[in-house]
């Protein structure tokens, strides 16, 4: 400090200790069609750098080169925007699930009783799944009760009589990870990130 001037001006920056630090990123995000509205609202997780909202964001695709190699604009990569949206946090104790349903078509109908086909192909099936509780598209719930022949027909009880017409459900869900993917993704070395 002794060969600094008293005119000169000193700039002092640094990073606080969480800035540096990569954590999972939760963002709300919104599809973007061709006619420039919103189509569907969607939420994303990704790696990254700690980023605290309310902090816009903008999702894109990498496209082909552009211009073939040659000229002014050889090797440039055209980006496509995806989605935008704001960050919800960064919290690496939240859980994304994926849900997926699989559906049963009851054959014959008996009061609260139902034989449901086309959920699972074989017994073993049936049987692992037991465990778990069925809906209705008209709102029933209902239990399997057993597995019926060698193609993965069961046997179903449930709360109230069920229709010939009504769609048998069952909802399942899987924690799922964002990737993380070791590139020059932040500046650091230590990774970009990817949408879920």
């Not at 569907?40 to 190699?69: M, N």
């Not at 946090?89 to 014959?108: E, F, M, N, Q």
């Not at 073993?124 to 008209?138: C, I, N, R, S, Y």
Request: aromatic share 8%.
């Amino acid at each position: 400090y002794a060969r600094l001037s008293p005119s000169s001006l000193v700039s002092a920056v640094s990073l606080l200790p969480h800035e540096g630090k990569v954590s999972v990123l939760h963002m709300g995000l919104s599809q973007t069609s061709g006619c420039h509205r919103d189509d569907e609202v969607f939420a994303g997780s990704a790696f990254g750098p700690v980023t605290f909202g309310p902090c816009p964001v903008l999702v894109f695709r990498e496209g082909g080169d552009v211009g073939g190699g040659d000229g002014p604009a050889g090797g440039e990569r055209t980006r496509e925007l995806l989605a935008h949206g704001s960050m919800l946090g960064a919290d690496a104790d939240r859980i994304a699930l994926k849900r997926i349903v699989l559906t049963g078509y009851p054959t014959r109908v008996h009061k609260r009783h139902a034989t449901v086909k086309y959920m699972f192909y074989n017994p073993e099936d049936v049987k692992w799944f037991a465990p778990a509780g069925l809906t209705t598209k008209h709102g029933l719930q209902g239990n399997i009760v057993q597995s019926v022949g060698d193609h993965g027909v069961m046997k179903c009880l449930f709360n109230a009589p069920i229709k010939q017409h009504d769609t048998v459900c069952l909802p399942l869900y899987k924690r799922v990870y964002p990737k993380f993917v070791k590139g020059e993704g932040n500046g650091t070395g230590e990774g970009g990130f990817s949408v879920l």
